[in-house]
């Protein structure tokens, strides 16, 4: 079966780096698209960063320059380095697979199949 295991969130203060993993098994990680969404109490799940399974990437512009999605195939994980954090960043972060990547990765919730248990970033002011 498909797991997805996010790691490395945690505290950090604002203008920090912190970088997630998320490892991926149970499936063919080079052919799926991989991104990243985030949720914050009372708010709605929103998406961070994505890469297609040939690499491409897309971000929305709250953290366009700051983070930054990459992927290495021969480990089946997927990364989000994070900088220049603010504290509206603070979230629950959330990996997510795609098998039907295209060369644009996908920024909707509904384009993913697979989703990990998130991880907890907070960011103090």
């Known amino acids: 079966q498909v797991q997805l295991v996010e790691s490395g969130g945690g505290l950090v203060q604002a203008g920090g780096p912190l970088r997630l993993s998320c490892a991926a098994s149970g499936l063919t990680f080079s052919s799926y698209g991989m991104g990243w969404f985030r949720q914050a109490p009372g708010k709605e799940r929103e998406f961070v960063a994505a890469?297609?399974?040939?690499?491409?990437?897309r971000y929305p512009d709250s953290v366009k320059g700051r983070f930054t999605i990459s992927r290495d195939n021969a480990k089946n994980t997927v990364y989000l380095q994070m900088n220049s954090l603010k504290p509206e960043d603070t979230a629950v972060y959330y990996c997510?697979?795609?098998?039907?990547?295209?060369?644009?990765?996908?920024?909707?919730?509904?384009?993913?199949?697979?989703w990990g248990q998130g991880t907890q970033v907070t960011v103090s002011s």
């Open positions: 997510a697979a795609d098998r039907d990547s295209t060369i644009a990765p996908a920024i909707s919730t509904k384009a993913y199949d697979y």
């Open positions: 890469i297609s399974r040939y690499g491409s990437t």
